[in-house]
């Protein structure tokens, strides 16, 4: 495997066309790869989100059958968390890191290239079954047991394309994991001289911490995946009641992957915030250290408040407990996080452009969102929230409004680097304000009939739920329909059509990314920066 | 630092991280029998013994009264009856009591079948004792049979005070497929 440095060679004939994307090993590449594919995943599950939101625009069943209602809303889950968040952040890290700590590339470059192009056919091998569905091959033809895949519904009651899923969710989490590794491997030996672990910029601390996360938990759930597949077809009976198994394990097995899973979806966007709100108030982050330690003890709490998702279940009153306090435990580094980058606002010199717009959404927006999480956690409540709309209410304040729209803040943040021209300002303005109305009136009614106990993942609703679930479908299909503003935004950078970019783009800026030209030149820092 | 050098310490932490992550892969599995033990000890998820128990009760508390209810499902393949004589009974902690199960198979072939116990509330499981139930062993319905399953048990005199009810579930499953596909 070839090193960083070692591929100086690359300097005079880099390949071209469709070579050059394919047998990439620069970041660069690798990165924007990446974000492209993050995107058209986005769309596709945006697509299956928009089937789902068709069918309950009215209550009764006019569009489509629930059987294949169940399938949209679990592809729409996978594509959205495995396909657009994940390796969106994967995507800005290959992009970021090396820029930021002055290395000249990813550590493994080779395995870079791999980690990405397993990510395509993971997708086709996943989505081909929905194409076989939507054309009316096999039924059902797609997963229809939720993202969460549940045994016994994805075992026993499983469809055939259970084992396309199974596989498709190997590959991954192999390329995750190689992603996760040469991010570590990358902070730990090719920082530039003098940039040490406490002066790493906030971007590459909770992506140092995710990527930890990523090693810990992937393999746990190749494991869960591992063992439904011998369920299935080898006799065995992990989670077999008849044989001697445990749906319930099922459910642990997933859930110790699954919360620290979403934590790997929020980390980054901490460090992508952390990194824009001294921009835009001209201020230096108010508390650096507590920031590390803030994410540190928020991915170790992570390893012990999985069965939050399980109260339902029954579990001892102390196993019950144990679980409600530690979850509650963890708003009090998250608070600790939402206070610095308020108390970073407070009296500085702000100015609101379109990353610091997104960013002040993000704040907002996830702190709802963690409130309503707190909620959930307090046990006997969830009782009676648990699978409801309540939930999906919860979970998309803080992945959408959250996860995503920190995306949304760095692309806006880092395109003039990336392309060396500005966005779009008008088209810019537009998509944040579309998506920041939109967003709301799509989920924020989601509480109400959640909380007036409408269940998730149903086809079809009782009738004193018409009227919100109206304005939530058409928040939906406005939401979507925002994100090609977005794309146009993304395509006039990508052809260099808008107002040229300086090094330094942004007025505040501070840290290495700004001092190299815009756009950044395919090869940067051969000499290591001079770090102050 | 040399180039060399450079490459030699990538390639250690790589192994190292690779390493980790094969050992959380195994992690997952020793997820398996680690959850068994909790089971065991914790009572979660409301699993019985699957043994009989050999001690008889050390007294019976005459001043107590307990309910115990009966819930019998159908499993997977399952489609035969398959009740309790009885949906539910007040018995003394301490107190044997004998509760009789029927399944019939109206297939016109023989089944295998195994019953899976669970006790709720979870805490209440290990309180539970059987001398005797038809879900220790798998049981065989020839074509058409209607079977009687006793199942003798009692409660362990020192049964937590705040529990007044506990149901146990039973779950029939129908195995002939698992114990064909294991002989062979
Ligand atoms: C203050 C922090 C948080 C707390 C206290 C919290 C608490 C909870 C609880 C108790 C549930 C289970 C609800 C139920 O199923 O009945 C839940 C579900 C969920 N949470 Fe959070 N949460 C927090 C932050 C987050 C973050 C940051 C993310 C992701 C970025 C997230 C993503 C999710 C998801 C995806 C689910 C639903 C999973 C499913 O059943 O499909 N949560 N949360
Ligand atoms: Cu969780």
């Given at each position: 495997?070839?090193?960083a440095?070692?591929?100086?060679?690359?300097?005079?004939?880099?390949?071209t066309?469709?070579?050059?994307?394919?047998?990439?090993?620069?970041?660069?590449?690798?990165?924007?790869?990446?974000?492209?594919f993050?995107?058209?995943?986005?769309?596709a599950?945006?697509?299956?989100?928009?089937?789902?939101?068709?069918?309950?625009?009215?209550?009764?069943?006019?569009?489509?059958?629930?059987?294949?209602?169940?399938?949209?809303?679990?592809?729409?889950?996978?594509?959205?968390?495995?396909?657009?968040?994940?390796?969106?952040?994967?995507?800005?890290?290959?992009?970021?890191?090396?820029?930021?700590?002055?290395?000249?590339d990813?550590?493994?470059?080779?395995?870079n290239?791999?980690?990405?192009?397993?990510?395509?056919?993971?997708?086709?091998?996943?989505?081909?079954?929905?194409?076989?569905?939507?054309?009316?091959?096999g039924?059902?033809?797609?997963?229809?047991?939720?993202?969460?895949?549940?045994?016994?519904?994805?075992?026993?009651?499983?469809?055939?394309?259970?084992?396309?899923?199974?596989?498709?969710?190997?590959?991954?989490?192999?390329s995750?994991?190689m992603?996760?590794?040469?991010?570590?491997?990358?902070?730990?030996?090719?920082?530039?001289?003098?940039?040490?672990?406490?002066?790493?910029?906030?971007?590459?601390?909770?992506?140092?911490?995710?990527?930890?996360?990523?090693?810990?938990?992937?393999?746990?759930?190749?494991g869960?995946?591992?063992?439904?597949?011998?369920?299935?077809?080898?006799?065995?009976?992990?989670?077999?009641?008849?044989?001697?198994?445990?749906p319930?394990?099922?459910?642990?097995?997933?859930?110790?992957?699954?919360?620290p899973?979403?934590?790997?979806?929020?980390?980054?966007?901490?460090?992508i915030?952390?990194?824009?709100?001294?921009?835009?108030?001209?201020?230096?982050?108010?508390?650096?250290?507590?920031?590390?330690?803030?994410?540190?003890?928020?991915?170790?709490?992570?390893?012990?408040?999985?069965?939050?998702?399980?109260?339902?279940?029954?579990?001892?009153l102390a196993g019950?407990?144990?679980?409600?306090?530690?979850?509650?435990?963890?708003?009090?580094?998250?608070?600790?996080?939402?206070f610095?980058?308020?108390?970073?606002?407070?009296?500085?010199?702000?100015?609101?452009?379109?990353?610091?717009?997104?960013?002040?959404?993000?704040?907002?927006?996830?702190?709802c969102?963690?409130?309503?999480?707190?909620?959930?956690?307090?046990?006997?409540?969830?009782?009676?929230?648990?699978?409801?709309?309540?939930?999906?209410?919860?979970?998309?304040?803080v992945?959408?409004?959250?996860?995503?729209?920190s995306?949304?803040?760095a692309?806006?943040?880092?395109?003039?680097?990336?392309?060396?021209?500005?966005?779009?300002?008008?088209?810019?303005?537009?998509?944040?304000?579309?998506?920041?109305?939109?967003?709301?009136?799509?989920?924020?009614?989601?509480?109400?009939?959640?909380l007036?106990?409408?269940?998730?993942?149903?086809?079809?609703?009782?009738?004193?739920?018409?009227?919100?679930?109206?304005?939530?479908?058409?928040g939906?299909?406005?939401?979507?329909?925002?994100q090609?503003?977005?794309?146009?935004?993304?395509?006039?950078?990508?052809?260099?059509?808008?107002?040229?970019a300086?090094?330094?783009?942004?007025?505040?800026?501070e840290?290495?990314?700004?001092?190299?030209?815009s756009?950044?030149p395919?090869?940067?820092?051969?000499?290591?920066?001079?770090?102050? | 630092?040399?180039?060399?050098?450079?490459?030699?310490?990538?390639?250690?932490?790589l192994?190292?991280?690779?390493?980790?992550?094969?050992?959380?892969?195994?992690?997952?599995?020793?997820?398996?029998?680690?959850?068994?033990?909790?089971?065991?000890?914790?009572?979660?998820?409301?699993?019985?013994?699957?043994?009989?128990?050999?001690?008889?009760?050390?007294?019976?508390?005459e001043?107590?009264?307990?309910?115990v209810?009966?819930?019998?499902?159908?499993?997977?393949?399952?489609?035969?009856?398959?009740?309790?004589?009885?949906?539910?009974?007040?018995?003394?902690?301490?107190?044997?009591?004998?509760?009789?199960?029927f399944?019939?198979?109206?297939?016109?072939?023989?089944?295998?079948?195994?019953?899976?116990?669970?006790?709720?509330?979870?805490?209440?499981?290990?309180?539970?004792?059987?001398?005797?139930?038809?879900?220790?062993?798998?049981?065989?319905?020839?074509?058409?049979?209607?079977?009687?399953?006793?199942?003798?048990?009692?409660?362990?005199?020192?049964?937590?005070?705040?529990?007044?009810?506990?149901?146990?579930?039973?779950?029939?499953?129908?195995?002939?497929?698992?114990?064909?596909?294991?002989?062979?």
């Amino acid at each position: 495997m070839s090193t960083a440095a070692a591929h100086d060679d690359h300097h005079h004939h880099a390949p071209t066309g469709l070579k050059r994307w394919l047998f990439s090993t620069n970041h660069k590449d690798i990165g924007t790869l990446y974000l492209w594919f993050s995107f058209a995943m986005f769309l596709a599950g945006g697509l299956l989100a928009m089937v789902i939101r068709t069918e309950l625009l009215e209550p009764g069943m006019q569009f489509v059958d629930p059987e294949f209602f169940n399938q949209m809303t679990t592809v729409h889950g996978l594509a959205m968390v495995f396909g657009a968040v994940m390796p969106g952040f994967v995507g800005l890290a290959n992009w970021m890191i090396p820029l930021m700590i002055g290395a000249p590339d990813m550590a493994l470059p080779r395995m870079n290239n791999w980690s990405f192009w397993i990510l395509p056919f993971a997708f086709l091998i996943l989505l081909s079954s929905v194409f076989m569905s939507a054309f009316g091959a096999g039924n059902p033809a797609a997963p229809n047991f939720g993202w969460t895949f549940y045994a016994p519904l994805s075992t026993e009651y499983g469809p055939a394309s259970t084992d396309l899923f199974i596989l498709s969710v190997h590959m991954m989490g192999i390329s995750s994991i190689m992603g996760a590794i040469n991010v570590i491997v990358t902070v730990f030996n090719l920082r530039a001289p003098g940039m040490t672990l406490m002066k790493m910029p906030l971007f590459v601390w909770t992506w140092l911490i995710t990527a930890f996360l990523l090693i810990a938990v992937m393999p746990v759930l190749a494991g869960a995946v591992t063992m439904m597949l011998t369920d299935r077809h080898f006799g065995t009976s992990f989670f077999n009641a008849a044989g001697g198994g445990d749906p319930v394990l099922f459910q642990h097995v997933f859930w110790f992957f699954g919360h620290p899973e979403v934590y790997i979806m929020i980390l980054p966007a901490f460090g992508i915030i952390s990194a824009i709100i001294p921009t835009f108030a001209r201020k230096p982050l108010f508390g650096y250290a507590s920031m590390v330690y803030a994410t540190a003890s928020i991915a170790l709490l992570s390893f012990v408040v999985w069965a939050h998702h399980m109260f339902t279940v029954g579990m001892p009153l102390a196993g019950t407990l144990f679980f409600m306090y530690m979850t509650m435990l963890i708003s009090v580094p998250t608070g600790v996080k939402v206070f610095n980058w308020v108390a970073t606002m407070w009296r500085g010199s702000m100015t609101f452009e379109l990353p610091m717009k997104w960013a002040i959404a993000f704040v907002i927006l996830f702190t709802c969102g963690g409130l309503s999480g707190l909620m959930l956690a307090i046990t006997p409540v969830d009782f009676q929230y648990h699978d409801t709309y309540f939930v999906v209410a919860h979970f998309h304040y803080v992945l959408v409004s959250g996860a995503v729209f920190s995306m949304f803040a760095a692309a806006y943040y880092w395109l003039p680097k990336w392309s060396g021209v500005m966005p779009n300002k008008l088209l810019g303005e537009l998509h944040f304000w579309s998506s920041l109305i939109s967003v709301n009136l799509l989920f924020f009614p989601m509480h109400f009939v959640g909380l007036a106990g409408m269940p998730r993942r149903y086809a079809d609703y009782a009738l004193q739920f018409a009227d919100y679930n109206f304005w939530i479908s058409i928040g939906g299909f406005w939401f979507g329909l925002s994100q090609l503003l977005f794309l146009a935004v993304c395509v006039l950078c990508a052809m260099k059509k808008g107002e040229k970019a300086p090094a330094r783009s942004w007025e505040g800026a501070e840290g290495l990314e700004w001092e190299v030209p815009s756009p950044a030149p395919f090869h940067t820092y051969d000499t290591p920066p001079v770090v102050k | 630092m040399s180039e060399h050098n450079l490459q030699q310490r990538n390639q250690r932490t790589l192994r190292k991280l690779l390493i980790w992550a094969v050992a959380m892969f195994g992690f997952a599995f020793a997820m398996v029998p680690f959850y068994d033990v909790i089971c065991d000890i914790t009572g979660l998820n409301g699993k019985t013994s699957t043994t009989a128990s050999t001690e008889g009760p050390s007294q019976v508390v005459e001043d107590r009264t307990v309910t115990v209810e009966f819930i019998t499902q159908r499993g997977e393949g399952v489609n035969g009856d398959f009740t309790s004589a009885t949906r539910r009974v007040e018995v003394h902690p301490g107190e044997i009591t004998l509760v009789n199960f029927f399944a019939s198979n109206p297939k016109s072939s023989d089944i295998i079948t195994q019953s899976i116990p669970s006790v709720s509330p979870g805490e209440a499981a290990r309180y539970l004792h059987k001398t005797q139930c038809f879900c220790f062993d798998q049981q065989s319905l020839a074509a058409g049979e209607r079977k009687e399953m006793p199942m003798i048990f009692y409660l362990d005199p020192e049964l937590p005070r705040h529990i007044n009810t506990l149901t146990l579930s039973y779950t029939i499953f129908d195995v002939t497929d698992r114990v064909a596909a294991t002989n062979n």
